[in-house]
């Protein structure tokens, strides 16, 4: 079996039907720099509610967001993914792929509305507990076509490889948010309330971004192309119900733990997970990029690249990881407060689970980006599995700590499907996605270097 290249070489070869390394690099770091400095912005943001409304407070408005949000997720249909390996391979034009997303949301708005209103009773008496009421609900709905938008706009934006503008949008994103946080919850004193208004307008504000940013090559104006709307429909559903059940690993404990411990158990929850994802940060900036590049490219060009990208990932992800682990207890106590210090044991049986799900990320974009969604939807849908079953064995028993072991668990069985599926796929073996070497480290640095240089 042919050996991968090292991760990164700062050369390009000439026959390279897409961009070089060099070019890869450039994205993931403004990718990542926008990612890091949007969940610096987001934990400050955080600090503030969870300081000013403590850890029951704190639960309540993670719950209120998060309804909404996992709405849009399970109703997208993947048409954002699908835009982006549309525009990225070059099958249709973003106009008509703008046009189609606008029409779907307003579609889907309407269906989801009723259905919406109807479930209203049920939802409210399974979050009894938790403070939130009929009003809170009704206001929090806005926020599912913003989330739809914001989707489908996205996908148009990455699918012409527009990264630095994407990034910019994550910064303008969070900065709002913690302005708004801090006038709303923490001057004006408006609780949940403020937490919720805080979202819906800056994910508004969000929107008319990334239109501004889309002026040049779409109209804003509702269409219908049933022929784009077929190919969007066709892909993005083949990943859609693995976007499903990704989200799913990642957020139903949050309500399993409310049902089972209460608001403010989710609140404590909610700061342990927000400081594990820091990890994902690193995962998120090669994979997010990786797509597109593998979409444009061909197969062997991406054979030879992704592995690089994998292990160099799997190197950044777990050393962050350690300086997280040594840190922790000084960050929650610092600012957090000590009501939060509960949140520690959980943060610390995340960290290997973002490892993983790190790694699943960055192999299933490549597959995504190679037409095959549909193993990201395999792995995610035994992941989910784990999830439930963990959790329900687990949290009665040890609460937050059996959740955040539930997860660990099912992230890492996630990745090792991902990295099963890529050998099946490209016939790599699962050691060149796994150890670093020398090379990748090396090859690195140089076309960072050069890349610093050339900005």
Known sequence: MQETSSCIEVRESSGNPVNG???????????????????????ASGIVVARVLGAEGNGTAVLILLMPNMIAWFINL?????????VGAKRRTPQILAGNSLSLVAIITLLTGIA?????????SLLSDSNINKPMLTLAFILVPLALLEMYLEGLLLGLEQIAKLGLVT????SLLLVLNVVLVLAFKLGVWGVLLSAIAASGICVAVYSFFLRNDVKMQPGFDTRALKDALAFGLQGHVGNILHFLNLRLDVFIVSFFAGARSVGLYAVATALAELLTYFSAAFSFVLFPRTASSDPETARRFTPGVARLSVFITTVAAVGLFLASRLLITFFYSEEFLPSLYPLWILLPGMISL???????????????????????????????????WLIPRWDIIGAATASSVAYTANAAMAIYFYQRVTGTEPVALLLIRKGDIRAGLNAGRAMALSI
């Open 116 to 124: 919406y209103w109807i479930a209203m009773p049920f939802s409210l």
């Open 78 to 86: 993947g048409v954002g993914k699908a835009n982006s390996y549309l």
């Open 21 to 43: 390394s060099k070019s890869y690099l450039k994205n993931v770091s403004l990718k990542f720099a926008s990612g890091a400095m949007g969940f610096i912005l987001n934990i």
């Open 171 to 174: 910064v303008i994103r969070f």
């Open 358 to 392: 790190g790694q699943a990320g960055v192999i299933y974009s490549d597959l995504g980006g190679r037409g095959k969604p549909y193993y990201s939807t395999c792995g995610a849908l035994v992941s989910l599995l784990l999830t439930v079953g963990l959790d329900l």
